[in-house]
Each structure stands twice: as structure tokens, then as C-alpha cells.
């Protein structure tokens, strides 16, 4: 058995078309969706992310600013800023780019975005409403995730599902996300004593940890769906977690890297954009 | 085999008993701890829970107050209230006993709540602060739980544990709590296919489901530690979810109920509100 390819890039440009008619809709309305994006100092991966995010916006019909401070920018001074973009009715979302330097408090600047803004889901008073079930922004990895499951064809209620990693920006909301679908999730991580064997027992098994060749065939249950959300830069190419060519091999469905969750994390960006523009929309109308 | 009864209302004492010298100490400070419960309508199990909180905060020596209001009362005046009580520095920890009449939304009373004097921990702001690994309260029977588990003498690192019930209340923050703990969690829930094989290899179950005789004998595997939340009123008696009696004889350590989880709960009420009025002091000092 070869697996199907859950591909990311051609999912993503699928929902991005939609997203795209939906940012026309509205812009007949007087509202053009904008994603602002707050970049601290002069890291060179961050700055990429930040690019393609800018430029992932105005391709669909967007639009997207760039605000760049110098790496010893002060923490007080990037909430000056952010507190600018939470008052600017022409911003809908707001994403600050992490890591951010030593001196400013990641926290302090995550809990200053305004929660109607905070496309990334970051804000505890998002991360809060997830957990309390009440509408929200969703992290976008794990919306992404989300998505790409349903490519896989495979109802979610009963399934049980391991996820490998207990971030609070992965792991954790994904599988809370997964146990809202009516599956059953066992979340691993390193001091988890039985990892293959929870694997090996899975129907779905999404790993998030930066490690590669952790998730091997063996590991793997025939037909199983294989959900990659490593993404380590190993002599220069991206890897993830899994053993990609052994695995799809045996797993039902799997999502290569890069090409997988990677373009499904950047369309929730602009999926979580949209919805903040419409929402404003929403509220002018209720305030007529 | 007979198992350790790992007695809350022993536990609950003595931890009570911490806490009280701890109010002395604060009192010598000028400051008397106090817990005010919000109280809307004449349900006559709510006023039990609301009138037994006051008098465990009172035998430890903090004050506590019931604000009783009417059936009827709309949720602005309900807001009101907690807007003042926010303000009220001599007020440290506001509950809002649930379930609150159907005029009366619950999250926006919860969102309402400021989150320094939120000792249930249910406001949003605290619950993804507890999920973004921020210093909070933490809800109070997930928070019993973790310190009943201390008694039972493991070490929860590499624990497999099987948590039954999705609750945001109850099963999703301890499942949180125990990851944070090293433990490997698997979530249950009434659409879970292997309930009864998951419990089997668990060596901690932790019920939180309300339905009496879930848990027996059979799912148990010898030694393992069985923590019971359900509390279902069946003939006028109050009834866990495992089957006591017989789990008893093979398990290594198991909560009675009543007198187990119960007395916890409202020991991490009076707990948070010992640690809200606390936090209070270290402001005063930040301020001078």
C-alpha cells in the first residue's frame, strides 16, 4: 500500500481561492482585510516567515504591512506600537514575529494584542476562550492541522489519535481541538515511556517535535493518517519528525515536509485575518 | 490486596490547617483574606455549596461573604455587582455560583470576573494563562486532584494515566496539569471505542464523569491509583463513578466518595483566595 499525500501546498492554494473570493466580497463593502506584521531585530529566518506572510496576503487580495524595530528596541516601545495597531480601525490583525530579543517579555507583548486582532490565538484571553469553548481565534498550526485531517477522509469520533509534543502552540490545542472532534487523544512527549507502542496503536499520529527520524515505519499502524508538523533545517533541507519515503509506505495518509502543514499554517494567518475584517463589518452593523 | 483510601477530608484538614497559620501571619499584616460568593436564586444545593465555603473560609479565619440576589435579577445588575466587588480592596476572591438562571450568560459574568480576584479560575484570561504556562489560578478540583495525587506516593513522571470526562472544569485542565507533570494522559469521553482496555493499562484513572458504576473491578490493573470525581445524588446518597467496594481490593490507592475529592475542592478555593490576598500585599509593596 502507498499512502495518500495529504499536500499542503495544493490544500492551501484550494482554501486560499476561497479565502480570496471572500476578501473580494468584502472589499465591495468599503473593508480591505490588513495583516500587520511586527518584526524585532534582524534574524534572517524571521524575517523570511514575515515576507511570505506579507506577501501570501496581498496575493489573495490583502493587505499587509511590515513594522520592523531594531533589535535593542525596548519592551515599552513595542507596546507604544502595538497599542498604535490595537486603535487602528484600518488593521485586523496583528502578529508580532517570536522569537523576540532578550529584553522584551514575550508574555507582557502577547497579552497587549488586542483580542479581536490576535489572529495568531496567542493572547491567553484567546487561548482561554478555546479551552472555555467559546468562539474564537484558533492557532493556526493546529487549524491547519485541522484541515489537512479532513483531506484524509476519516471520520474523527472514536479515532484514537496520538500526538507526539505538548507545546501550548501545537501539541496542546491540537489535541484539544481532536477531543472536541469526539477523538481520543494520548499526548506524548520525552518522558512518555511507551511512545511506540501508543503509536503503534493509532489510527492518527501527529508529531510535533523537531526531531527527525523519530516516527519510524515500524512505529506505524497499516492505514494510519501521519500528520508532520516537524520542520528541522538538517545540512540545509527541511526535515520532520518522520521517515517520510519508509512510512508512506504502510501509513493510509501522509503529509510530506515542506509542502504539508507548513502552507496550511500561513493560509490560517489569512483565514483568522478574514474573519477579524468581518467581524468588524458585523460589529458597524450592530452599532447602526 | 487492599488499597491506600487516600482520605480528602483528612488531607483537606490538614492542608486547611497550613493555610490557617499562613491567614494569621497575613492578618498580623492588617490583612484579613476574604472570599465574597455571588449567589443568584434559591436553588436549594447551590446555598449548601455557597453557606459550606463561608464557613470553611471562616474557620480558617478569613471573613467571607454571600451575596444573595433574586431569580430574577437581569445579567447587568449581576455584572454591577462584580464590578463593584473588583473594586473593593477588602474583597481578595469572588465566586460565582453556577448554574446562574437562563436570562444570565455565563461567560460574560466569568469574562467579568477580575482575573486577580478569579480563585475558581474559570475566567478565560486565567484559563489561557494556565494553558500558556503563566502564573494563575488554577481551578480548584483539577488543583485537588494533583494534591491528592501527592499522597498517594508516585512520582507522576512516565505515569500512564487515563482521564475520563472532556470537561473544561474538571478533566481538560487536570489532563493539562498532569502532562505538566510528566504524566502521559489519554482523555476519554463518551465516544471513546477503548475505554475500558485504556483504564486497564493506566496506572492512575481519574473519573470525572458523573455516572455511577462506570469504573469496576475488571478495569483496574493491580496497584493502580483511582481518583473519583463523579458525585451523582442516586436515592438521596451521593455516588462516585467507581464502583468503591470492589476496586478497593485491587487497586494501590483510591479516593472515597464522599470524602475524597470533595474536601479538596473547597480547600484550593480557600487556597486561591489565600494567594489572591497575598498577592495583594506584594503590590502594596511594589508600590511604596
Request: glycine fraction near 18%; charge should be negative.
Given at each position: 500500500m502507498t499512502a495518500k499525500i495529504l499536500d499542503g501546498k495544493k490544500i492551501a492554494q484550494d482554501y486560499q481561492a476561497n479565502l480570496q473570493s471572500e476578501v473580494t466580497a468584502l472589499q465591495a463593502e468599503g473593508i480591505t482585510p490588513n495583516l500587520t506584521v511586527v518584526l524585532v531585530g534582524n534574524d534572517g529566518a524571521s524575517l523570511s516567515y514575515v515576507t511570505s506572510k506579507k506577501k501570501a496576503a496581498e496575493k489573495i487580495g490583502m493587505s499587509s504591512d511590515i513594522i520592523r524595530l531594531a533589535e535593542d528596541t525596548s519592551e515599552e516601545d513595542v507596546l507604544t506600537v502595538i497599542r498604535k495597531l490595537n486603535e487602528d480601525p484600518t488593521v485586523h490583525g496583528i502578529l508580532v514575529q517570536v522569537p523576540l530579543p532578550q529584553q522584551i517579555n514575550e508574555t507582557h507583548i502577547l497579552e497587549a494584542i488586542a483580542p479581536e486582532k490576535d489572529v495568531d490565538g496567542f493572547n491567553p484571553v484567546n487561548i482561554g476562550r478555546l479551552y472555555a469553548g467559546v468562539e474564537t481565534f484558533i492557532p493556526c498550526t493546529p487549524l491547519g492541522i485541522m484541515e489537512l485531517l479532513k483531506h484524509a477522509?476519516?471520520?474523527?469520533?472514536g479515532q484514537e489519535v496520538a500526538v507526539i509534543g505538548r507545546s501550548h502552540i501545537v501539541g496542546q490545542p491540537v489535541a484539544k481541538l481532536l477531543t472536541d472532534s469526539n477523538a481520543t487523544v494520548t499526548l506524548l512527549h520525552s518522558r512518555s515511556r511507551f511512545l511506540k507502542e501508543t503509536l503503534k496503536r493509532s489510527d492518527i499520529i501527529i508529531s510535533a517535535v523537531g526531531?527527525?527520524?523519530?516516527?519510524?515505519?515500524?512505529d506505524v499502524k497499516p492505514g494510519a493518517v501521519v500528520i508532520d508538523v516537524g520542520n528541522t533545517v538538517v545540512d540545509g533541507r527541511l526535515q520532520g519528525d518522520v521517515l517520510y519515503d519508509d512510512v508512506k509506505e504502510v501509513a493510509g495518509a501522509i503529509t510530506p515536509?515542506?509542502?504539508?502543514v507548513g502552507p496550511m499554517t500561513i493560509t490560517m494567518v489569512l483565514n483568522n485575518t478574514l474573519i477579524a475584517a468581518q467581524r468588524t463589518k458585523q460589529q458597524r452593523h450592530t452599532k447602526k
Open positions: 477522509d476519516s471520520d474523527l469520533t526531531k527527525p527520524g523519530l516516527v519510524t515505519k515500524e515536509v515542506p509542502g504539508g
